[in-house]
């Protein structure tokens, strides 16, 4: 089956990729980006191609004994040992749940369900479960890929699919696991992070808090409102000049205000943004970022940044009023960002493959 899916992914990249207007539609306020069937095959078949491939790994472990440092990445990890990371199989699953769930008729749906019901099983969400259980490795993937685990299990659950009701129980007990970890890790959290990598702050608040509101936890979700106020609401002044950086799959000063959006309503909100990035501060991050090595792991992580641009661009958008020259602006620079990147999704190596997708469906979505 690996074989057969590697052949879908190479002759389905070169007939299509550079062609992204087979991608998406978009709608005529440029407000809402839809995947088109073509779109939704190209970009399951990259995590399908690795999900299952336990190597190259980056793996992120804190070892305590011999036995422990020489454990596999399968070994440690037994639902989310593909992708080259963690976080980046979680995300791959989200992608994938995403796909089936919004294309019934594609032609992978089989090969997608044989997958995910391969990883996730009781057994295996037991042992990932296990693994935040000691001092060591309780703070592991705080808070990106806790971030994407809730955004998968957010998927699931808002699908009627005899499947999907089948991993979303399987995997509850895990994100049971991270909730309680995030809320206590909430209070204890002085400074926000705004680095443009997976420690980002502001990117792991939005999509936790998307999280709380979908399964109506209010404790969680009162929580994490709180923590964005004390962090961020009294930020001014952006300093977007330093953007991006030579890795910056986020925009630090975008990701905010993407965060605050969800928390403040649109009158506040503006007032926030206003004070928060400058009509000057607002142009320079339009600029679409030069990737000039995608065979680089780091600076392919450019690529990523036009994905999370583009989406960050277009829900900042739509909470300004019709009238505000912004919202233009922003809407051009999400299509421009996103046109970017897809284009390029195909020309990197194991760098981009093996996540680059996730960040692109979601900048779709």
Request: net charge positive; hydrophobic share 40%; proline share 4%.
């Amino acid at each position: 089956m690996k074989n057969l899916l590697v052949f879908i992914f190479w002759s389905i990249s070169l007939n299509m990729f550079g062609q992204t207007k087979d991608f998406f539609t978009i709608n005529k306020d440029s407000t809402q980006f839809t995947l088109t069937q073509k779109g939704a095959t190209v970009l399951a078949a990259l995590p399908m191609k690795c999900l299952l491939q336990q190597y190259p790994n980056k793996i992120n472990h804190t070892a305590v004994s011999d036995s422990d440092q020489v454990l596999t990445p399968i070994q440690q990890h037994p639902s989310f040992y593909g992708c080259f990371d963690w976080h980046s199989s979680v995300h791959g699953h989200w992608l994938l749940v995403r796909i089936l769930k919004n294309f019934p008729d594609l032609n992978q749906q089989a090969d997608i369900r044989k997958i995910l019901s391969t990883t996730i099983t009781p057994q295996n969400i037991q042992q990932e479960t296990n693994y935040f259980n000691s001092s060591l490795t309780k703070s592991f993937e705080r808070t990106y890929g806790w971030a994407w685990l809730l955004k998968l299990q957010e998927e699931l659950l808002s699908w009627n699919d005899a499947d999907a009701i089948k991993w979303r129980t399987t995997l509850q007990p895990l994100c049971d696991t991270v909730v309680k970890l995030w809320k206590g890790f909430l209070p204890k959290q002085t400074y926000p992070n705004r680095t443009g990598v997976h420690g980002n702050t502001a990117f792991g608040l939005s999509f936790a808090l998307d999280y709380a509101q979908a399964t109506n936890n209010t404790s969680f979700e009162s929580a994490l409102i709180a923590s964005a106020k004390q962090l961020y609401l009294n930020d001014k002044a952006a300093p977007t000049v330093w953007e991006p950086d030579g890795s910056d799959f986020f925009s630090p000063s975008l990701m905010e205000a993407d965060l605050m959006r969800r928390i403040l309503n649109k009158p506040k909100y503006i007032v926030w943004l206003n004070n928060w990035l400058s009509d000057q501060s607002l142009k320079h991050l339009t600029i679409l970022p030069n990737v000039s090595d995608r065979n680089d792991f780091q600076i392919v992580h450019l690529d990523g940044l036009c994905f999370s641009r583009s989406w960050c661009m277009r829900g900042i958008a739509k909470q300004l009023p019709l009238t505000d020259k912004r919202r233009n602006q922003l809407l051009r620079s999400s299509i421009q960002h996103l046109n970017q990147s897809l284009f390029n999704l195909s020309k990197g190596n194991y760098g981009g493959e093996h996540w680059l997708a996730s960040f692109a469906l979601f900048a779709i979505n």
